[in-house]
C-alpha cells in the first residue's frame, strides 16, 4: 500500500494594503457594501493564483450550506455580485498603478 498526500490548495495571506484589497475595498463601498477581511479555511481559486504569484483575493457572495446537498445562493445575492463586480471592475480599469 502506498499513500501519496498532496495538499490540494497552498494557504496564502496578502495584506490589507495591496492594491487587489483596496481596490475590492473601494468597489465594494461604491455601492453601499461595508466589506470585511475574514479567513476562510477553504481552497478557492485565489489560492492557485496566489500560488503561482498572482495576487488575488476570495469574493465572498453569501453561499449557505456549503459543499451540502442543501448547498444554495438567494437570487438576491447572485444580483448583488453582479453588481459588485461590475464595480470591481470599473475600479480596475480607471485606476493607474
Not at 52 to 57: D, K, T, W
Amino acid at each position: 500500500l502506498t499513500v501519496l498526500q498532496e495538499a490540494p490548495f497552498e494557504a496564502f495571506m496578502i495584506q490589507d494594503t495591496h492594491p487587489a484589497v483596496t481596490n475590492a475595498f473601494r468597489a465594494a463601498r461604491s455601492i453601499g457594501i461595508m466589506p470585511r477581511l475574514k479567513p476562510t479555511g477553504g481552497g478557492m481559486d485565489a489560492n492557485v493564483f496566489n500560488s503561482r504569484g498572482l495576487p488575488c483575493v476570495g469574493l465572498g457572495l453569501g453561499i449557505a450550506d456549503t459543499h451540502s446537498p442543501q448547498e444554495h445562493i438567494a437570487v438576491a445575492q447572485l444580483r448583488e455580485g453582479v453588481i459588485f463586480l461590475k464595480a470591481l471592475l470599473t475600479e480596475a480599469t480607471t485606476k493607474s498603478y
